[in-house]
DNA sequence: GGATTATTTTGAACGCGTTCAATATTCCAT
DNA sequence: ATGGAATATTGAACGCGTTCAAAATAATCC
């Protein structure tokens, strides 16, 4: 009765477990990567048998969204506290990416298992399904703070739907990032640098009476791709 | 001496099962999708022991590949000759974009399998990979005929890059297509229609005295891309 | 405290893609 | 024709993610 949720009712010990189960994965994805760790080798760590990770975890790539999850909320305040140094609008974004770089590096190599399943939206763990919604809301909700305080101004029938294309835009870079094989990913920095560049170039150029048709067309784009 | 190749050296026997195991899969991945088809299905189906799925096809993957690459072979044709009745580019593009779903539409609930290993360059499977270059290089060549032809004159610095752009918009209108669950892909249809719009409202205004940083930064945007 | 119920833990089992040593078949020089 | 080499075929076995009935443990009620 106390800390009662709705379905489950989880008791000290059992959480303690969990947590076991969830630390001795994330340490073994780092190692090794998400498909060379076995289900076998979590729950050998963690000291239970095969059948406990399962009582935890619907699946191996759970963990890894469970994971994606709690980063992102706990990086909620360190990017905001970064933007609050940056005025220029290129150099807001590229903060919000690199602090994502910075939290998602010592777990790159595992992070790859998000975006298995990504084009199928209808997978309860791809990032653009309606179970993984709140983790991209909060996402979409950083560009959206990014954008407000930069020197751009906008056009106001883009400002409601930039930061999810911002989103969008995000999402590339992170997957281009965790298969670059580069040293220290500096393809990915080179990316990131021209594609800014590249960005805030069409944003200044999109106030322009000239570009009224084509914003039009994104928009009726982005209707299109969100549903 | 007759058919010699330089490793392989099939007999017409070993050619007969092979093509029987690699029609049994299409036949079973049409059916039943990539991953509800098993390779003991298709042997089965084949007449042939499990094992021998594998002394022909290196992978259940392997057998997607060919298909694909067949595919793209015996369409070749068909796309020039589609191509030579449009004289607007946005036609045209949209030409090679409908040829290739028609194509495709018989297979589409497993081609998903192609898009399985894109993002890592490395996989031999990847349409991104040094051993599919063949396949994408012809693709890439029917998007140079549709831009050769039609009636929107491209920068000189821009031509030579912009086929391969073009492809990197086809690949991504193939996979929202392959996972688009509405009634007859209409959205789809509706995402190149808009897409395809701005795609060529950008390229006319390309050629603007405005647009000169822009269009480098894209080029080195597609140098940081293909390495 | 003991019985009953709910929660947690176990490990065997399943079906999968893939590998491989063993066997059968075909080819070819003599 | 025949024997040895190349090629083709087999099916058992492995390790994997996942499932599930059964057992062990903890919580709750009288």
């Known amino acids: ?7 489950p009712r989880p008791t000290p010990r059992a959480e303690d477990t969990r ?9 073994l994805f780092r190692e090794k990567g998400f498909e060379p760790t076995t289900m ?16 935890y975890f619907s699946s191996k790539e759970a963990i890894v969204l469970e994971f994606y999850q709690e980063m992102q909320e706990s990086s909620h305040d360190a990017i905001l506290e970064a933007l609050s140094g940056e005025k220029k609008l290129k150099d807001r974004i ?16 595992f992070c790859d298992a998000l975006f298995r399943h990504a084009p199928d939206t209808h997978d309860p763990l791809s990032p653009f399904s309606v179970e993984t919604r709140p983790i ?8 959206r703070v990014a954008l407000e305080g930069g020197d751009v101004k906008v056009p106001a029938d883009l400002k409601p739907q930039l930061p999810f294309l911002l989103w969008l835009y995000q999402m590339a870079m ?24 590249l960005l805030v170039s069409l944003l200044r150029m999109s106030g322009l009476p000239l570009m009224k048709p084509v914003r039009k067309t994104v928009l009726e784009l982005v209707e299109t791709l969100a549903v």
């Open 1 to 7: 009765m106390t800390t009662s949720q709705l379905k």
């Open 19 to 27: 947590r076991r189960i969830y630390e001795s994965a994330l340490k």
């Open 40 to 55: 076998r080798d979590i729950a050998g760590r963690a000291g239970v048998a095969l059948g406990a990770a399962y009582y």
């Open 94 to 109: 590229r903060v919000v990416l690199e602090k994502r770089f910075e939290l998602l590096a010592p777990n790159r190599k």
């Open 136 to 143: 991209r809301e909060r996402a979409i909700e950083h560009l």
């Open 174 to 197: 992170i997957l281009f990032w965790l298969y670059d094989r580069s040293p220290r990913q500096e393809r990915t920095q080179k990316l990131v640098e021209k594609s800014l560049g």
